[in-house]
């Protein structure tokens, strides 16, 4: 019964889990052991709305990207309307709320990480 519990727990963090971030917390894991394993258990809401915003930021970051396909393929033609028209439509602007949305949630969990006895400086620099 144990057993099952603990893979069951091990495959909910999974599915949380994509490649680069993977890394960090097969670090954490290692490095905090309980204290690790405490945070993602307590603060399982605050890591799912974290990863609601990195959709969003990855969004925005996808949309900064063709309007800089865009910026390049109009450079040589001289004719910048269809980038002026994508600037217009104000994508800084998602970047900013998304920014304003994210820093706060990381704040919060490098907040409850110090109280679990984690170090955040690891994870967000």
């Known amino acids: 019964m144990l057993f099952s519990e603990l893979q069951k727990q091990e495959s909910d963090l999974e599915a949380y889990l994509r490649f680069p971030v993977k890394i960090y917390v ?9 204290q690790w ?3 993602v258990k307590n603060d399982r809401r605050l890591i799912d709305q974290i990863y609601q915003e990195l959709d969003r930021k990855e969004v925005y970051s996808e949309l900064s990207e063709h309007f800089v396909d865009l910026l390049r393929a109009e450079r ?4 910048t309307n269809l980038a002026d028209e994508f600037e217009a439509m104000g994508v800084k602007s998602v970047g900013i709320h998304v920014w304003r949305r994210l820093n706060p949630l990381l704040k919060k969990a490098a907040d409850r990480m110090k109280k679990e006895g ?7 620099g």
């Open 26 to 34: 097969v670090r954490a894991e290692e490095q905090y052991g309980e």
């Open 76 to 79: 040589g033609g001289g004719n």
């Open 37 to 39: 394993q405490r945070f």
């Open 118 to 124: 984690i170090d955040p400086k690891r994870f967000f």
